[in-house]
């Protein structure tokens, strides 16, 4: 069963905007993070943050992670036509990771 | 080595019939997990394997699949008696545990007619 829960389910932007996308889960986390998906293709890892981490950046990606909300946000800045793509949080339970139903970022030139 | 590998890309197949998926992972990871994914949906897990051990299997994954990894490197996923409501992506992918994210491989695509 799906564990984390995207909020929002599609967001629209222009290019060199900044996009924020939730994420909230259940359950005790060993860590979550964050894939993109292309259409049609496989999931690309981005990010990993574990449950003592608060904040993690990586080039334009910035994750932060709040364990008393159970919940999670990705912060894709100036963003590019290129990013354009559905992004999935997942939280690591038991050795697997359970995702959400994603977010679909339209990223217009 | 390249990544995890998925074969075939694309399969269709008449219900009942039985089909076959094979993954090859990255050489230098343990664990190896099957998900599935339908369209606007987010990966589901099926089941995982760490080397040859296959460690958890969904509950909500029938007797009609099953999946092996019979040396601890490449792993294939059966499905019998196909059913419409079993197309789907089948992805793969791999990983060391506890260490940064899994690899993913392109998918194969299920469509049962």
């Known amino acids: 069963s799906q564990q984390g829960e995207e909020d929002p389910q599609a967001l629209s932007i222009q290019e060199g905007e900044n996009a924020t996308m939730n994420c909230s889960y259940k359950t005790s986390i060993n860590n979550l993070q964050w894939y993109r998906q292309n259409s049609g293709r496989g999931l690309v890892h981005l990010i990993l943050?574990?449950?003592?981490?608060r904040e993690k950046h990586s080039g334009r990606l910035r994750v932060t992670l709040d364990t008393s909300k159970k919940s999670s946000s990705l912060l894709i800045t100036a963003s590019r036509a290129a990013d354009t793509a559905s992004y999935f949080c997942a939280t690591d339970q038991g050795g697997k990771l359970i995702f959400g139903q994603g977010t679909e970022l339209s990223v217009k030139p | 080595d390249t990544g995890v590998s998925q074969d075939p890309r694309h399969k269709i197949t008449k219900r009942g019939q039985n089909v076959t998926f094979r993954c090859d992972p990255i050489?230098?990871?343990?664990?190896l997990y099957w998900y599935r994914q339908t369209l606007g949906q987010g990966p589901e897990f099926l089941t995982y394997f760490q080397n040859e051990a296959q460690l958890e299997k969904s509950r909500l994954l029938s007797d009609r699949f099953s999946a092996e990894r019979p040396k601890g490197s490449f792993s294939t996923l059966e499905i019998q008696r196909t059913e419409q409501g079993d197309s789907a992506m089948y992805l793969c992918?791999?990983?060391?545990?506890?260490?940064?994210?899994?690899?993913f491989g392109s998918g194969t695509r299920l469509t049962v007619v």
């Open positions: 992918a791999s990983s060391f545990p506890n260490r940064d994210g899994y690899t």
């Open positions: 050489s230098e990871h343990n664990r």
């Open positions: 943050i574990r449950s003592n981490e």
